[in-house]
């Protein structure tokens, strides 16, 4: 599988330098990158073993190299002379990168690091391409300098011999086993004994060691984690695509699909006359557009920061981090359990691998993990949000993607109750910034216990956890309404597609206001009459997007061959092509299969014979 996979990378690779030439000639915008990442991951079920290259370890060189590393090594990385992953979690760490144990001793004779996986728990453990594709990595390491810790450095290390592509000597790689999915990427280990590069295999845009061994620190620490905020934008985008994709397979099937009359004697519907279909389905269409527009937003802002970081400008880096992260927990949160929804949505026939909702699932599922533990995350923008909390009550101002909870704490009550869109959208910031307000009143009390900051944010974890989500939600929200109600092209619109748009406004809301109801309800008196309203609604705009979910999952525009699922095909056979895929299968090769003989008549017979001699 591994094999295939490369081989498919590679021509993809191909295929997208040369669009990239053709439409981007010479650009280094991130975009082609992205979509040929994309596309070849799209057209890889089993994962696309380039994508670290792809992502991380080409922009590794790119944003933490200087400028001469990057003519050394980041040329013919981006022009895939050299294959390269991003090597940081080890077997046993990944979150808490300050406990990393592989180590960088700086011998200041040779002008050389000694590269040191000290212990099996040390050995780099999940890098992407790492167990037979790569012959390069981005080491992280602990920096030592006179057996001092310095924090964590990047290192160019290179595995494999470019001709021979053996493992070269001090280096023990190779391939950490099967997995639920991804199983084309070849996730690796990495372990180095007394392995040397030179001093300049450092990356050292941001941070130096000199060649007489003194350490010039980096003005800002957590530039070293930017590789993760990029491949955090990434996922938001990637993950929005795979609900997409799903989304478009149960949409489709549900059209196609017939069963159970609504009225007796009627005949049977298509499954999304169901008003419970159209609940799983409809808003996980709306959905993954709702976090597209969001990753969109959060791509521009990358870039922006990107171009502001390499002019020294660190100022936009805790926003970018704090909407990356939340935008990463959130997509694939809810990309991942709305494709559970949407196989189940397809009954028997989404169980089936023809369908591909499984293999979705688990390029999709992953995400919550990879980049950033999701819960993990939470934890980092519920301290966020502590840290702004104490901006709002020392009356400082927040960053513009924070500006509501400036807002909302000014507020002494909640307005009359409308039910109005921006009533919805107050309503989500108000409950969110009511959660801020408790845990941070939980937060302060055991840091004024004497409690150390890092206990408090674990104590306070359920609390930080449930702001940080409703942060992403109010973020998500906002963004969404802005671009449908206030958005500077809406008059660029027909009528008809504006409809759609607020129709998909409403299902968002008012989906949310639900999921969240207990959150809301602790900070806002609602009235029974206004919830009912609500849930007539709720169930009003379902009917009136039902038309519209085909234009809708289409206007996505996946191939067939993308989507790789007889459930969600453009031309609607889906009968045919599940028998058609079952017909492939090997055990209908023979009509009488090998284990007959082997097994089941032996069985059977023993059985039988046993039968008779009990009768006797
Ligand atoms: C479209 C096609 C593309 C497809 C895309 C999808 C997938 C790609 C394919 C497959 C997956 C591929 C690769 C996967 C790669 C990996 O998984 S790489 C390894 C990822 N590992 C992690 O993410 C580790 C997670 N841990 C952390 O990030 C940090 O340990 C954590 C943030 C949790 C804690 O940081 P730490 O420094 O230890 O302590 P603090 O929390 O106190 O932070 C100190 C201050 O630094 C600020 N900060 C932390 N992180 C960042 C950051 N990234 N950027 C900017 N600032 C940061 C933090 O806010 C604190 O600031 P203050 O001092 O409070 O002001
Ligand atoms: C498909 C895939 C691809 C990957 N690709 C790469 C790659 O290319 N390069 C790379 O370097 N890494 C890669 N990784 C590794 C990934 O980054 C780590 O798995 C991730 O950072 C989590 O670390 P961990 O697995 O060690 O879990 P741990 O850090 O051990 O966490 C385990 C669990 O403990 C809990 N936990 C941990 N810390 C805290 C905390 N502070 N507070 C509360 N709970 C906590 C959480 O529930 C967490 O799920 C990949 C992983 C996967 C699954």
Same mark, same amino acid.
């Given at each position: ?14 295929? @997208? ?164 999915? @991804? ?91 169901? @008003? ?22 959060? +791509? ?79 934890? +980092? ?11 709002? @009550? ?87 309404? +802005? ?51 609500? +849930? ?81």
């Amino acid at each position: 599988m591994a094999s295939m996979s490369v081989k498919h990378a590679i021509a993809a690779a191909k295929k @997208l330098r040369s669009l990239q030439e053709r439409f981007n000639p010479g650009g280094s915008d991130i975009y082609p990158a992205l979509m040929g990442d994309e596309a070849i991951t799209a057209l890889i079920p089993s994962g696309n073993p380039l994508s670290v290259h792809i992502l991380m370890f080409t922009r590794a060189l790119r944003e933490q190299g200087t400028d001469e590393q990057y003519e050394k090594f980041g040329r013919r990385a981006d022009n895939n002379e050299i294959i390269g992953t991003f090597a940081q979690t080890e077997l046993g760490h990944g979150t808490y990168l300050r406990g990393l144990e592989a180590r960088a001793d700086y011998d200041r004779g040779t002008e050389e690091f000694v590269l040191n996986t000290p212990k099996l728990s040390s050995y780099k453990w999940w890098p992407g391409g790492l167990g037979q594709t790569c012959n390069y990595c981005i080491f992280v390491a602990q920096l030592y300098i006179d057996n001092e810790a310095k924090g964590m450095a990047m290192f160019v290390v290179q595995i494999r011999d470019e001709e021979t592509h053996m493992p070269l000597p001090g280096v023990h790689v190779g391939e950490i086993g099967k997995k639920m999915g @991804l199983n084309g990427v070849n996730n690796g280990f990495l372990g180095l004994k007394d392995y040397r590069v030179p001093r300049l295999n450092m990356l050292m845009r941001h941070q130096q060691v000199l060649p007489d061994g003194r350490f010039v620190k980096s003005p800002v620490s957590q530039v070293s984690y930017f590789p993760m905020v990029f491949v955090r934008c990434m996922v938001a985008r990637q993950n929005s695509n795979y609900l997409a994709q799903a989304a478009t397979i149960a949409t489709r099937y549900s059209v196609i699909r017939r069963q159970s009359p609504i009225e007796e004697g009627q005949p049977e519907p298509k499954i999304l006359e169901h @008003l419970t279909q159209q609940m799983k389905v409809i808003p996980e269409i709306v959905t993954a557009v709702v976090y597209r527009l969001a990753a969109a937003n959060l +791509q521009n802002m990358y870039n922006e920061t990107a171009e502001a970081v390499y002019r020294k400008d660190f100022s936009r880096l805790p926003e970018l981090h704090a909407l990356a992260c939340i935008l990463k927990v959130a997509t694939s949160y809810d990309s991942t359990y709305g494709i559970e929804r949407l196989r189940q949505a397809c009954g028997g026939h989404g169980y089936l691998t023809a369908g591909n909702l499984g293999n979705i699932f688990a390029m999709a599922a992953p995400a919550c993990t990879y980049e950033g533990e999701n819960s993990v995350l939470y934890l +980092q923008v519920g301290k966020i949000l502590m840290k702004n909390w104490s901006q709002v @009550l020392a009356g400082r101002e927040l960053m513009p993607s924070m500006a509501y909870i400036s807002e909302c704490s000014k507020m002494t009550s909640f307005p009359q109750w409308t039910g109005s869109w921006e009533c919805l959208l107050k309503a989500i910031q108000y409950a969110c910034v009511g959660s801020i307000r408790l845990a941070f009143q939980s937060y302060n009390a055991r840091v004024q216990s004497a409690q150390s900051q890092t206990a408090a944010v674990n104590y306070s974890g359920l609390e930080l956890t449930k702001a940080a989500e409703l942060h992403g939600r109010s973020y998500v929200a906002g963004n969404f309404y +802005q671009q449908i109600v206030n958005s500077p092209n809406k008059h660029q619109r027909s009528p008809q597609f504006q409809k759609v748009l607020e129709n998909m406004l409403e299902l968002h809301l008012i989906q949310i206001f639900f999921r969240h109801l207990g959150d809301i309800l602790r900070f806002i008196r609602i009235t029974e009459d206004e919830i009912s309203a609500l +849930q007539r609604r709720l169930e009003e705009v379902l009917k009136e997007l039902r038309p519209d979910a085909v234009a809708i999952t289409d206007a996505f525009d996946f191939n067939d061959k993308i989507l790789s699922s007889a459930l969600g095909c453009y031309d609607g056979n889906v009968y045919e092509r599940l028998f058609e895929a079952a017909l492939k299968h090997p055990l209908n090769r023979k009509s009488v299969p090998d284990f007959f003989e082997a097994h089941l008549k032996p069985f059977m017979k023993e059985n039988a014979d046993n039968a008779k001699k009990s009768k006797l």
